[in-house]
Structures are given as C-alpha cells and as structure tokens.
C-alpha cells in the first residue's frame, strides 16, 4: 500500500505563511495528479489545489494569489506554500495521491492530515 506522510502544519498568526509538504512512498509505478484538501470544523472537505505530472496547476478561489501548489516528481513529493494567511484557512489539511501500483491497479491514496490554525 502506497503511503502518504504530511509535515509543516502549525500555528501562525493572520499575515503569515507556512509551507506543507507530503511524500508518497511505497511500491508505485506511477503517481498521476497530487493536492491537496482541507476541511475545517463543521465544514465539508474542500478541494484547495492541485498539480498534475506535467505541473498544471488549479486553485480554489479562496487560496488563488495566496498559495502555491508544487512537484518533485522524481520524489513524489508535493508541496503547499502558504502566503497571508487568514484564520478562515484553520483546518486540516490532507494530502493525496492519484497512484498505480502494480498488482493493485489505481486508487487515490490519502495522508493523515494536518493541522494548520491561523490566529488574528
């Protein structure tokens, strides 16, 4: 099973910035798009951005200007830097992963999630 791990979440005041960053590992054949979601308390899970292999890159409105989604694809690692953030972005973050794995086929792997919360 293909695993994901998150680090970087935290405690920031409002204006400041914080960078999230996942890994995948396991025996993958191949990873197709990776992102991020996040859902606050009470809050439905929302889609924030994600990259494709090839670097194409898509935004939620909320984050667009503020964040930046980023690759390695070499090390299957995705990043999520932060800029001006508010406390309207206090959730918990998760990472995932559009994975093929040989004799298990493609599924969407997911990490544990972080917590990111934003004082004012």
């Known amino acids: 099973q293909v695993q994901l791990v998150e680090s970087g979440g935290g405690l920031v005041q409002a204006g400041g910035s914080l960078t999230l960053s996942c890994t995948a590992s396991g025996r993958i054949y191949r990873v197709n798009d990776m992102g991020w979601y996040r859902q606050a308390p009470g809050k439905q899970r929302e889609l924030v951005a994600t990259?494709?292999?090839?670097?194409?890159?898509n935004y939620a409105d909320s984050v667009k200007g503020r964040f930046t989604i980023s690759r390695e694809n070499a090390k299957n690692t995705v990043a999520l830097q932060m800029n001006s953030l508010n406390p309207e972005d206090t959730a918990v973050y998760y990472c995932?992963?559009?994975?093929?794995?040989?004799?298990?086929?493609?599924?969407?792997?997911w990490g544990q999630g972080t917590q990111v919360s934003v004082s004012s």
């Open positions: 990259v494709t292999s090839s670097g194409r890159t």
């Open positions: 995932f992963a559009g994975v093929l794995q040989l004799g298990a086929g493609a599924y969407t792997a």
